[in-house]
């Protein structure tokens, strides 16, 4: 089954407190990409990756870092998370550059 | 820049019956992609339809269409025979092809299904 797996779907953290948020996809595709959907915002790009070791800034990168090790993986880091980053998340993966075609499940984060 | 807007935050329409949910966007670009995402309360996003700027004919998925004006900068959702689980945020996207690498997204329209 085609499938992007994110996690973890809550999160809960203080300030501060370096995190990782895991998304893998199983359809060999070379675009993936990450969002942060905030209410009345719609869904805006963080990061997205053409292909493995290829990285480029969204309309929001400050804050997170991603890396492109395997073509499967796209991990969104916060070195330092602040509360501003409370949010959802959207990890996806695309055969079409720029156009996000499976999503994951979301990640809830909140940062107290 | 490109910006799409959604006017509608929130919809209702009667099960059984056809809503519209607009979308208008701004471009200089005369190629590109338009789409239309829905958001059910399980939070996942699914692409619902697809419509290449360049194609005159308006795209269509079982009880989804779009009506495209290209001159108007305007890509409208229709949805047919409305059912419960069609209940959803539905976003607007756009993609150029300059700026190909990225996606803009609507704020979304939140549509409710009454029984």
């Known amino acids: 089954e085609a499938q992007v797996t994110q996690n973890p779907r809550y999160l809960i953290t203080v300030t501060g407190k370096k995190l990782t948020v895991t998304c893998s996809q199983n359809m060999n595709h070379e675009y993936m990409s990450w969002y942060r959907q905030d209410p009345g915002l719609g869904l805006r790009q963080i990061y997205y990756?053409?292909?493995?070791?290829?990285?480029d800034k969204g309309d929001v990168p400050e804050g997170y870092k991603v890396s492109r090790k395997e073509k499967r993986n796209f991990p969104l880091i916060l070195e330092s998370p602040s509360p501003n980053q409370t949010s959802l998340y959207f990890c996806?993966?695309?055969?079409?550059?720029?156009?996000?075609?499976?999503f994951g499940d979301g990640t809830r984060l909140s940062i107290l | 820049a490109q910006t799409v807007t959604q006017s509608q935050p929130e919809m209702s329409v009667q099960e059984a019956e056809t809503v519209t949910l607009s979308c208008t966007y701004d471009t200089s670009e005369s190629d590109y992609y338009l789409f239309w995402y829905k958001q059910p309360p399980s939070r996942q996003m699914i692409l619902v339809i697809r419509q290449e700027a360049y194609k005159q004919q308006n795209a269509t998925e079982n009880r989804f269409s779009v009506n495209f004006q290209k001159a108007a900068k305007s890509f409208s959702l229709k949805i047919s025979d409305s059912q419960l689980g069609d209940a959803a945020m539905y976003f607007c996207?756009?993609?150029?092809?300059?700026?190909?690498?990225?996606?803009?997204f609507g704020p979304g329209t939140s549509l409710s299904v009454i029984p």
């Open positions: 996207a756009y993609r150029g092809e300059t700026s190909y690498d990225k996606v803009i």
């Open positions: 996806a993966s695309s055969l079409w550059t720029g156009q996000p075609q499976h």
């Open positions: 990756s053409m292909n493995v070791e290829v990285t």
